[in-house]
């Protein structure tokens, strides 16, 4: 992963010695003990991490393989392009990275994420991944050097995506489709509308391929538990329709995710 500085702009340089990275303006950033690179400067918002108890609810529900048909689906877009590195922008603690390295061999991978908490337990997951605790919205990628960039969901800015890849680089676009979380949604607001299906458009990349990916995810007590409160439908809830959820919910749940890999001109 090509870094530039997040005080100046300048390539960072690693330090052999040390293993950290600095600028030609001589900022230095020195690695954690266990490995990775903290780029944010300065005293961190408490918010932007986890609850250690979220966090670890977070991992069993991946690692249990709920989200494996995504992964085969992400794997199948990625497999023919050849081994790349992949950079997930917003990679928590790193599951989507490690599932994939072992299914594409040969590929590096490489993460960023604003939480120092999900980094902290990616790298040490994935010890040969690279893991950077930063901001993927302003990420301090050095433009034009990216392979492979996964971006879910995030409100990155196309221009920014598209400086950030090298000529001929990829990027793979994950959005919610129209029936993500159905039951979810409808049981907090019964009037709910599913709305049309939507492709996004990005100026500035070739569109080479789309795929939808929907699955159904089998639910008791404890995984509506937590599906509540890690959905942004669930955040705008009341307390009465979440208990209401959690107690007398569904036996299942509605995956529908918008794949779309799009390349940069050489």
């Known amino acids: 992963m090509h870094l530039q500085c997040p005080r100046c702009r300048k390539p960072l340089h690693v330090h052999q010695p040390s293993r950290g990275v600095y600028?030609?303006?001589?900022?230095?950033?020195?690695?954690?003990p266990e490995g990775y690179l903290d780029l944010?400067?300065?005293?961190?918002?408490?918010?932007?991490?986890?609850?250690?108890?979220?966090?670890?609810?977070?991992?069993?529900?991946?690692?249990?393989?709920?989200?494996?048909?995504?992964?085969?689906?992400?794997?199948?877009?990625?497999?023919?392009?050849g081994a790349h590195e992949l950079i997930h922008l917003g990679c928590g603690e790193g599951y989507y990275c490690r599932t994939l390295a072992a299914r594409l061999p040969g590929w590096q991978?490489?993460?960023?994420?604003?939480?120092?908490?999900t980094i902290f337990a990616a790298n040490k997951a994935q010890p040969d991944?690279?893991?950077?605790?930063?901001?993927?919205?302003?990420?301090p990628l050095l433009p034009g050097q990216a392979q492979v960039l996964l971006v879910n969901d995030l409100n990155?800015?196309?221009?920014?995506?598209?400086?950030?890849?090298a000529p001929g680089g990829y990027l793979l676009y994950?959005?919610?489709?129209?029936?993500?979380?159905?039951?979810?949604?409808?049981?907090?607001?019964?009037?709910?509308?599913?709305?049309?299906?939507?492709?996004?458009t990005l100026t500035g990349l070739h569109h080479l391929s789309q795929q939808r990916c929907q699955f159904?995810?089998?639910?008791?007590?404890?995984?509506?538990?937590?599906?509540?409160?890690?959905?942004r439908f669930g955040w705008r809830a009341s307390a009465e329709q979440r208990h209401a959820f959690i107690q007398q919910g569904p036996d299942?749940?509605?995956?529908?995710?918008?794949?779309?890999?799009?390349?940069?001109?050489?």
């Open 156 to 165: 990155i800015k196309t221009e920014l995506l598209v400086s950030w890849l």
């Open 109 to 117: 991978f490489a993460g960023i994420d604003i939480a120092k908490n």
């Open 174 to 200: 994950l959005q919610p489709g129209p029936r993500q979380q159905w039951q979810l949604r409808t049981a907090l607001n019964p009037v709910s509308m599913e709305h049309p299906l939507s492709w996004p």
């Open 129 to 139: 991944g690279q893991f950077v605790i930063a901001d993927p919205v302003r990420a």
């Open 216 to 231: 159904t995810i089998a639910l008791d007590q404890e995984l509506r538990g937590f599906v509540v409160e890690t959905s």
């Open 23 to 32: 600028c030609d303006n001589k900022h230095h950033f020195d690695p954690a």
């Open 40 to 81: 944010i400067p300065g005293d961190k918002n408490p918010k932007n991490s986890d609850s250690r108890a979220l966090m670890r609810a977070k991992r069993r529900f991946l690692e249990q393989g709920h989200q494996l048909p995504l992964v085969e689906a992400i794997t199948a877009l990625l497999a023919p392009l």
């Open 252 to 266: 299942e749940l509605e995956q529908d995710l918008l794949l779309t890999l799009w390349q940069k001109s050489s």
